[in-house]
């Protein structure tokens, strides 16, 4: 099965950016979906962003113009730029791969500071 690790995550102020990067084994070439899903405290895991094998994206109406989800097939990294960061979005942050089945990463932490 593929392991995904997740990294980037951190402490940043309102408005500020952080990256997140994912890195796959193995091809990700062989998951029709990569994507990125949150859980902040109290609360259920939540999707935040998938992209296709295409490029196709898909994003949380709450972070559309804010996040944006790319991959390089060549890397098999999957990252999620993430800019203008509000509070709500402190959460530990996922990596997501998709074929059938669901595997995950061990998650990232993002806090956000207002």
């Known amino acids: 099965q593929v392991q995904l690790v997740e990294s980037g995550g951190g402490l940043v102020q309102a408005g500020g950016s952080l990256r997140l990067s994912c890195a796959a084994s193995?091809?990700?070439?062989?998951?029709?979906?990569m994507g990125w899903y949150r859980q902040a405290p109290g609360k259920q895991r939540e999707f935040v962003a998938t992209i296709t094998m295409t490029g196709f994206t898909t994003y949380l109406e709450s972070v559309k113009g804010r996040f944006t989800i790319s991959r390089d097939n060549a890397k098999n990294t999957v990252d999620l730029q993430m800019d203008n960061l509000e509070a709500e979005d402190t959460a530990v942050y996922y990596c997501n791969a998709y074929n059938r089945k669901w595997y995950w990463g061990q998650g990232t932490q993002v806090t956000v500071s207002s």
């Open positions: 193995g091809s990700i070439r062989n998951y029709k979906n």
